[in-house]
């Protein structure tokens, strides 16, 4: 059964920046291609970015395009998201997953950016 642990969400003002990391028990990362996803209050869950261990290749919806970037450390087991130059509708609960997702959700990390 693997386990994820999202962490690295937080407040932040509009135009920060935050690392989002992603650990996963149970089994290596790098088996699966990864994703991050993100719910809104409201809303459903969406696809944000996706990383294919190989050959390293990713994919960002346009909301987020050139402002975040998903990366992953297969010697750490980690699955990272930097994002940059937040914005308020950025607001959302943010998970990893396998893409596309079957493994079981994990609690998932609140990010929340301020105007």
């Known amino acids: 059964q693997v386990q994820l642990v999202e962490s690295g969400g937080g407040l932040v003002q509009a135009g920060g920046s935050l690392r989002l990391s992603c650990a996963a028990s149970?089994?290596?990362?790098?088996?699966?291609?990864m994703g991050w996803f993100r719910q809104a209050p409201g809303k459903d869950r969406e696809l944000v970015a996706r990383?294919?261990?190989?050959?390293?290749?990713?994919y960002y919806a346009d909301s987020v395009k050139g402002r975040f970037t998903i990366s992953g450390d297969n010697a750490k087991n980690l699955l990272y998201l930097q994002m940059s130059s937040l914005k308020p509708e950025d607001t959302a609960v943010y998970y990893c997953n396998s893409y596309p997702p079957r493994l079981s959700w994990g609690q998932g990390t609140q990010v929340t950016v301020s105007s």
């Open positions: 149970g089994r290596t990362v790098s088996t699966y291609a």
């Open positions: 990383y294919d261990w190989n050959p390293g290749t990713t």
